[in-house]
């Protein structure tokens, strides 16, 4: 039994005559060319849309859903010639597609099907990749890649050697500008736009960005920078209320959209409005003060009750606001689009749409924040197919950990930045709302303001993903640790990531953070480590101090007493396994697979010492001491960067002299490249890091190639 969507509408009715006049006689006037009997079966596919009185009926089930318009469009150009009629039944078909192939795949979801007809009157308009489109973050990014020509790979995305799923230069000459963090369009964008006025060019570039993304500062920089150097340049505002993700939605009063918004929307894009605003724009370079002044007035006048009440601050920066417009309604969208084309010379635009996210599926609409990264589901239920594990994650562990921190302490406090589900802190704010905070999309203003709690004798916990705290690095240095404020830094998703790629992995900070000088730099081997380290992180209170753990579930050892750690003795690590000849140093996850290698190892006839090293700054200096005098070879591995943990034990031996006598030496890093999505595993043994590379290193430092080649076979 298919479950249905609500009528997506894009086309009303009650549109008034005057809006009928402003939409441009191309969008008409290809009119019946191309029309479907889209509720007719297809074979063995069954009918996934049908046309209703107000708009399209969707419905959902396991089978592929018959998209005979779709069918047709492998690229933009395929798009020119469709109806108003035709867009919004290729919409349809598009979001019914999209459900079924990430129901397949798993993916980022809600976003895309927020941004459907937005892509589909894009790629009508505007011709990519002559155009350029700029997808910020790169969520939504779906229906793009859909209509421009990777339909038939949408089964792969975020797999191994499968398509990315983000935008991605490499990937298609559509996708103009790599993302994966948010608010870089705006920058890029003019950037792009004023690269294209140099060399003479005339395209266009839409840089579309969300609400959330709004809240970064680069935005804001952006835009200023815009609207001073007046550059053709279209920003398009994807607002769905939401600007904290995964959990949390901004409430807020209800936007207008509709009919009468879409008149007013197109009343502001029409040719006679921004001719006049053009003319008050040219008094004002032409005047002094005074004179501005009144061209403010003429502009504001022409205008009148068009404005709408978030426009203001997008005209103080220098661009000029269009909205809101329906972001679900393709035939508004397509004319305003094709008006802005249209004007000469406009300067930045900014079109401000209105959408929803999970927009036409039930299941999402009804639990966006669930539905915005998936795995496999039903699509009839939108139930997902999780995988269950005797273990939580490591990031339920450190928020389950800082609870019991702040239930002992009143002066710990949480901050993060709009990932309140992705670092865990949901439940901690749960717990204690008062002392959590999120202050939005803004890795820099994060920091400073922990900072500044520090300062004030708070205990500030900010969990940041280890990618993301790289957005608000000259924060840690110059805010923190130069002051040596007591900032503790709870660095998610550390390492290899998975399916999310090269934006999202991180690989740099045990080289970033452990170069400062008053930073403490550590890492767990476990969850009960990570729950330690929480403790350890507390008790410091005379400087920064940071800990990484990576994505993924914990490993099963056995837990602290009531899930609160102990402070463990700064600098100093601990040996697993006692053996001779052979020593290990494992810093971080690593030490799991040391721990493997050294029991295969014994099937070799070597038994190697295993160590955890728990810190890379301090570094446990009498611990490397013995292992260099005590063992011929010694061996540290990271899931990090060139530069961090290997390179701070290399740097002390050598100091040392510790290399200079019968010791030898290897650091097993990241290799010095970004590594593409993948499965987890597929990635470690790119980057060479399994147990099985731990042993062909031993063995080869050992000297027996063929037992490596054998065991590596």
Known sequence: MAIYGSLVSSHTASSSSFVRSMVPTTTNSYRGQFHVRASASDGKKKAAIRKEKGGWKLAFSGEKPATPLLDTISYPAHMKNLSTEDLEQLAAELRVDIVHSVSKTGGHLSSSLGVVELSVALHHVFNTPEDKILW???????????????????????????????????????????????????????????????????????????????????????????????????????????????????????????????????????????????????????????????????????????????????????????????????????????????????????????????????????????????????PETGRQFKTKSPTLSYTQYFAESLIKEAEVDAKVVAIHAAMGGGTGLNYFQKKFPDRCFDVGIAEQHAVTFAAGLASEGLKPFCAIYSSFLQRGYDQVVHDVDLQKLPVRFALDRAGLVGADGPTHCGAFDITYMACLPNMVVMAPSDEAELMHMVATAAAIDDRPSCFRFPRGNGVGVALPSDNKGTPLEIGKGRILMEGDGVAILGYGSAVQNCVKAAISLRDHGVYATVADARFCKPLDVELIRRLASEHEYLVTVEEGSIGGFGSHVCHFMSLNGLLDGNVKFRSMVLPDRYIDHGAPQDQMEEAGLTSKHIVATVLSLLGRPKEVLQFMA
């Open 136 to 378: 910020d973050v790169g969520h939504q990014a779906y229906p793009h890649k859909i209509l421009t020509g990777r339909r038939s790979r949408m089964h792969t995305i975020r797999q191994t050697s499968g398509l990315a799923g983000f935008p991605k230069r490499d990937e298609s000459p559509h996708d103009a500008f790599g993302a994966g963090h948010s608010s870089t369009s705006i920058s890029a964008g003019l950037g792009m736009a004023v690269g294209r006025d140099l060399l003479g060019k005339k395209n266009h570039v839409i840089s579309v960005i969300g609400d959330g993304a709004m809240t970064a500062g680069q935005a804001y920089e952006a835009m200023n920078n815009a609207g001073f150097l007046d550059s053709n340049l279209i920003v398009v505002l994807n607002d769905n209320k939401q600007v904290s993700l995964p959990t949390a939605t901004l409430d807020g009063p209800a936007t207008p959209v509709g009919a009468l918004s879409g008149a007013l929307a197109k009343l502001q894009a029409s040719t006679k409005f921004r001719k006049l605003r053009e003319a008050a724009k040219a008094i004002t370079k032409q005047a002094g003060r005074q004179a501005h002044e009144v061209a403010s007035k003429v502009d504001e006048y022409a205008r009148g009750m068009v404005g709408a009440s978030g426009s203001s601050l997008f005209e103080e920066l220098g661009l000029y606001y269009i909205g809101p417009v329906d972001g679900h309604n393709v035939e508004d969208l397509v004319a305003i689009f094709q008006k802005v084309k249209q004007i000469p010379a406009p300067g930045p635009v900014l079109i401000h749409i209105v959408t929803e996210k999970g927009k036409g599926y039930p299941p999402a609409e009804a639990a966006p924040d669930k539905m915005h990264g998936v795995v496999k589901f039903d």
